[in-house]
């Protein structure tokens, strides 16, 4: 009886040892088959990205963009990188000129009906122009279409429109002055470091300015932000309330005087006629003559691509000189929108989402993205790396978000802001040029300025 006992005792352990057996054989063949279905998962994924891409050479964006952006490099970057990733053709539109000069020809190139797909948008004053002109496609509908949240990527650097989006944001960067260390140290002049005023900024470019070498200590380009710049750091409106000029406020006055007596009492910046007749151009800092440049941080782009732009020099940054009762840095977003009448528009969406997310890998810029805002010191490192040792995050860090510094807005935006910016170069270029007085200049501005206000509010 005993032994009949063991017996069945023995043949329970063995049946329970083979179905434990069984049971492993299973989950290894299952383990096997369940890696060699997400194998054969992941070669089907690839496959089919092959093949959209594939397919997606028949397809095409085209891109507006001005003759700096295509000479730095920045659009070849993006254009590679995008057709590497979705397989969809990018052709540039290169329109001659920088800055303005290229918009004016971009108004009469986009009123005539064109339909390149793309349309960037560099500054406060052209985003609103072009998103209130009926230029650009409104955004909503196609993004709602498309599923993309623009608000938890973007959030606050989102500028709507009687509630609708005509662009998204594609960086953020912050004015400061850059230097060559090179001139610095021939002329026995210490770095600047820290909060500096205008004067402080005005008695080192003397140090090192030698006009007669053609060497300058400053160098602000013929662009209207630096005739008003010192207005903007003080945030004086250029509207009063009751929605006329306030360009006869004093603050105009000062900073259009200030920014002619750097090249006629100072002597230390090259004259408006000199960049009017192009006899000084826009990126001259690279070419060693100058001492300290005053630009958007963007110009870090430019000083780390020394394979377009070679120089002989190693370059610091700082925080821009801000005067005691002004003591607020400049701040701007750059803007990607899709032409009202664009001919490939699944295409541009495509361009549109891949460019305003990662515009910051090409371009040097800092993202305008809230859902990055963890990863700034990131990415200013690797600019700090691009620099090749002239600078470092730290200091990059510092002249960005200095904090002894405010924020305010670059461009004067607000009712007929782009007739407005017109009308002050116009006018300030006859100032600089002597054919009339600083008093002339403002009364002239604030009555044409008044006129081109009316006239908006009359046709809206």
Known sequence: MKGNVITKNLIIIVLLLSLMVVGCGKNNNSNETDSSNTKKEAETDNK??????????????????????????????????FEKETGIKVKLNILPGVGQEAYKKLDIILMSGDNTDIVFLNNAVVQQKYATSGLLMPLNELLEKKGYDAESIYGKYLTKYNNELYYLPNGFGTWAVFYNKKLFDEAGV????????????????????????????????????????????????????????????PEFAESLKFF????????VQPSWLDYANQKIAWNEFVNGKIGMQYFGTWFFNILNDTDTYPRDFEYGVVQPP????????????????INANAKNVDEAYEYLKFVSERYYEFANVIPARVDMDDKIDVILQEMADKSNGSVS????????????????????VGVAAAQYKEIIKSEAERYLVGEIDLEQAIKNIKEKADEAIKSAQEQD
């Open 190 to 249: 210490e770095y600047p470091k820290g909060s500096w005023t205008w004067d402080e900024y005005v008695e080192t470019a003397k140090k090192i300015a030698k006009v007669d070498e053609g060497i300058y200590g400053s160098n602000m380009m013929n662009w209207d932000y630096f005739l008003y710049m010192l207005a903007r750091q003080k945030e004086i409106s250029a509207y009063k309330e009751d929605g006329t000029s306030n360009f006869d406020a």
């Open 260 to 267: 002619k007596e750097l090249t006629s009492v100072h002597k």
């Open 322 to 337: 801000a005067n005691p009762e002004g003591q607020n840095n400049i701040v701007t977003t750059g803007g990607i929108g």
């Open 393 to 412: 995050l730290s200091e990059i860090r510092e002249a960005m978000f200095a904090e002894n510094l405010g924020a305010t807005y670059e461009k004067i």
């Open 48 to 81: 089919k990205d092959d093949k959209q891409k594939e397919s997606n050479k028949n397809r095409e964006v085209t891109v507006f963009v001005d003759s700096k952006d295509a000479e730095d490099g920045t659009q070849q970057k993006i254009r590679e990188a």
